[in-house]
């Protein structure tokens, strides 16, 4: 779809993080004026991802062990550094990575995490107000998305066997003053995964309709530190992601 240009504004610079409550009870916030803002989409290749990380064939080559799977060592507080060898040591965790539409809305669960805020509500099919939590209504072109996050502790890799997905990217480069355009949507092909490096803005990935249920294989840093950015409450807006290949 063509770009939509709209002004936007940062309009609350306060930010407390998002809780459990937070991920599964947002839409009930969502304002009826809230403005749609299209991000671009292309497929993804070595070549258009690498600003954000990599595609993979197989996971078993992006480990800590190989080197190819990204831990950031432990912040200092002061002048003394690291001993050598410490900081980055508590490694990956991996499982399966839930995403799946229940009516118009589209649901993630991460179960590679011991926590129990891993269950997320990702985005909508259309407006809010307008979803059905039952029943399909939505045209499944689209997937409107309330909030982005990075780990700035290591990377993120999502892996899909037989099944298409989307993920929505901008790069560690534009730190915590991100904006709604910034970020670049990326289709990555059946049998293929994304490695995200440590910064970059994502989420977790996004799927047709006719595609859910879908199980992919994650791995990341086992501290899953996690900073936010709420859409809605911060520029009063959400940000419409495509779900089709495109041309």
Same mark, same amino acid.
């Given at each position: %779809?063509? /770009? ?21 009870? /947002?839409?009930?916030?969502?304002? #009826? ?6 991000? %671009?989409?292309? *497929? ?5 991802? +690498?600003?954000?990380?990599? $595609? /993979? ?15 950031? #060592? ?5 002048? *003394? ?19 799946? !539409? ?6 993630? +669960?991460? $179960? ?7 269950? &997320? ?6 407006? %809010? ?9 939505? @045209?499944? #072109?689209?997937?409107?998305?309330? &909030? ?12 899909? %066997? @037989? #099944? ?19 970020? *670049? ?9 994304? &490695?995200? +490096? ?23 840093? *086992? ?7 709420? !859409? ?5 807006? $959400? ?9």
């Amino acid at each position: %779809p063509k /770009v939509q240009k709209v002004a936007l504004k940062m309009t609350d610079k306060k930010h407390e993080g998002i809780g459990q409550d937070g991920y599964l009870n /947002v839409a009930a916030t969502i304002p #009826k004026d809230v403005k749609i803002v299209d991000v %671009p989409m292309e *497929r993804a290749t070595p070549e258009s991802i +690498k600003e954000y990380g990599c $595609l /993979v064939d197989d996971p078993a080559k992006f480990t800590t062990e190989l080197g190819t799977f990204e831990i950031v #060592k432990w912040p200092v507080k002061g002048w *003394r550094q690291l001993d050598p060898g410490t900081g980055d040591e508590a490694g990956t965790v991996e499982g399966k990575f839930e995403i799946s !539409w229940k009516g118009d809305m589209l649901y993630g +669960k991460n $179960l590679a995490i011991h926590t129990n805020a891993n269950h &997320y509500l990702l985005g909508f099919g259309k407006h %809010p107000a307008e979803c059905s939590e039952t029943e399909r209504t939505c @045209d499944g #072109k689209n997937v409107l998305l309330w &909030y982005s996050d990075y780990h700035p502790d290591s990377g993120q890799l999502f892996y899909s %066997p @037989d #099944k298409p997905f989307v993920s929505n990217l901008a790069p560690a480069s534009v730190g915590d003053d991100v904006k709604p355009s910034d970020f *670049r949507s990326f289709y990555v092909e059946a049998g293929q995964g994304l &490695y995200i +490096k440590p910064g970059v803005w994502h989420n977790a990935v996004y799927i047709h309709p006719d595609a859910s249920p879908v199980t992919l294989f994650g791995r990341q840093g *086992r501290i899953h530190a996690r900073i936010s950015a709420q !859409w809605v409450k911060e520029f009063n807006c $959400l940000l419409r992601v495509g779900l089709l290949p495109p041309p």
